[in-house]
Structure formats: C-alpha cells, structure tokens
C-alpha cells in the first residue's frame, strides 16, 4: 500500500486515517476530538495532504485495514509492537496502570491485590495483554472500556486518568505497570508512508508543535519522552 491516490477539490492529497475510538484523550473526546486527532491533522498538514478520518471500534480491526490497504496510517493510542505493521517513531511513551473503585475496595492499591476481584480490559489492546498475563485477578474483555460490572480497569495511564475524571470513587492507584512506545502506525511494507511520517513527525517535534500538543491533552510537553513516562 502506498499514499493515497485520491484528492480533494483543491488537488491536496488526501491522508486516509484509520482511528480506533473512543479511546480517550487520543480519540474520542467530547465526540471526535484528542491528541491523536490534532496530530494526524498536523502531519497531514506538513505533507501538504487532508486527513480523512475513518473510525473503528477495535484495535484489530484497525490494523486490518492498514494490511487491507482500507487507509493509510492508524492511530487511537497504539503501542508499537507486533509483525502486523511498522510505526513511526514514537511521539509518547507511557505505560500500563490500575484504576479501582476504591469506594468498595479501599485496600487495593496494586496488580497483587486483586485477588478474588474483576478487571476490566479494552479488547486487542496491550492491556489486554498484559492482563491475561499477570496476577491481574478475573479479566473482562470489552469493546469499549467501563467499570460498570467490574472491580478496575488496566490501560494505559492517560486513559484512565481521562476516564477517571468522570467515575467518582474511581482512582489510578498504580502506574508503570510497563513501558510502551505510542506511535503511528502504518502497512508493515509502506516504507514510503513511513518515511514521510517520520520525517513530518520529526519537523513537528523541532517545531515544538508536539510539545503543545502534549501539554494540551496530557500536560507532558517534553521532546525526550524517557524523561516523562506517564
């Protein structure tokens, strides 16, 4: 798969973006919007093309399209791991971390001390991952990410600091359950794509429209992103 063949009115080329949402505050805040929506619209921008958005509900099915040719670039929070694509560089790293109702279970402050209770998971996600791995206690398997029914929730830290805003009595009570590269990725043989990317990532970054970005959506506006893992 290559760029895109399509343009608009205006003959720009048209950056097709596949988006995994709602996963908040990459996607999905307050409808559309998040950090992975302002960049994509910024590397967009820097090669001179529109993006155009096209959601999906799982992180499966994203990289789907991406093998499928459907667009040409993915988004939502992605770790960059696995053989089913390649990524750019990444623009954050961060890591896994334990939300609790500690309403009901005050005395749960760590992975250990879920013994006997339910944790809730994002389907296809690195969470779900390391969940299924670990002394995590009972696992749920959602399509989209909700306490309702369960005990916590494991995903990465900037998700669940997001959604906790909105769930009282639910708090992060333990980061760095591991180390993760968020990235955009894009067809595992697209080197053309990749290269494009990665260097319209690295004028945005020199730019210091990434840091405004970050401290925007996450208030983390460094450039060496292993001076600030969330």
């Known amino acids: 798969m290559g760029f895109s063949a399509a343009t608009n009115v205006a ?40 993006p155009e958005i096209v959601a999906y509900e799982r992180y499966g099915d994203v990289v789907d399209a991406l093998e499928a040719g459907e667009v040409d670039a993915a988004v939502g929070g992605l770790t960059a791991s696995g053989d089913r694509a390649a990524f750019a560089p990444p623009y954050l790293i961060t890591g896994q971390a334990l939300a609790v109702d500690t309403r009901r279970h005050p005395h749960a402050h760590s992975v250990g001390d879920l013994d006997g209770l339910t944790v809730a998971v994002q389907r296809d996600s690195t969470a779900e991952e390391y969940a299924t791995t670990s002394p995590a206690g009972s696992v749920r398997v959602c399509d989209h990410l909700d306490i309702e029914g369960c005990d916590g929730m494991i995903a990465l830290a900037p998700v669940l600091t997001e959604l906790t805003k909105t769930l009282p009595g639910v708090d992060v009570v333990q980061k760095g359950l591991s180390i993760e590269h968020i990235a955009i990725a894009v067809a595992e043989h697209d080197q053309q794509m990749l290269s494009r990317i990665t260097v319209a990532q690295a004028e945005l970054e020199e730019a210091g429209t990434l840091q405004r970005l970050r401290r925007k959506w996450l208030g983390n506006p460094y450039a060496d992103q292993s001076l600030a893992v969330h």
């Not at 996963?23 to 992975?36: C, E, I, K, Q, S």
């Open 11 to 50: 003959g720009m080329g048209i950056l097709r973006v596949g988006v995994v949402t709602p996963v908040p505050p990459f996607t999905g805040v307050n409808g559309d919007a998040g950090l992975d929506i302002d960049l994509m619209a910024a590397i967009a921008d820097a090669l001179g093309d529109r």
